[in-house]
């Protein structure tokens, strides 16, 4: 059985930093290429960012360019997001998703698998 399990999300100030994790079990994660993903309340789900499958390529959204980090670690099976500058507009519920086809990491439709996300809250 497939799973994707994102941890690491929590409360923080604005300016603050964390960094989610996305740990695959039952798949290579190396057979995939990765995206976060967020959910904010009452918005439609958006693309955070992505990376290609062995780590080469990367893509940011230009809200988070500068700000936010995705790396992977296929050898631990586990994707990340490293957030800095955290603003309270990065609030929202942030997803892993795993998609076979680089060209298709914008559709959402075209994701193989998806965790069930991590809430991120930016408050002071």
């Known amino acids: 059985q497939v799973q994707l399990v994102e941890s690491g999300g929590g409360l923080v100030q604005p300016g603050g930093s964390l960094r989610l994790s996305c740990t695959a079990s039952g798949l290579i994660l190396k057979d995939f290429h990765m995206s976060w993903f967020r959910q904010a309340q009452g918005k439609e789900r958006e693309l955070v960012a992505s990376i290609e499958n062995y780590g080469i390529g990367t893509s940011h959204v230009a809200s988070v360019r500068g700000r936010f980090v995705i790396s992977r670690d296929n050898a631990k099976n586990t994707l990340y997001l490293q957030m800095n500058s955290l603003k309270p507009e990065d609030s929202a519920v942030y997803y892993c998703?795993?998609?076979?086809?680089?060209?298709?990491?914008?559709?959402?439709?075209?994701?193989?698998?998806w965790g069930l996300g991590t809430q991120v809250t930016v408050s002071s």
């Open positions: 998703g795993a998609v076979r086809r680089w060209s298709d990491r914008l559709i959402m439709n075209a994701y193989d698998y």
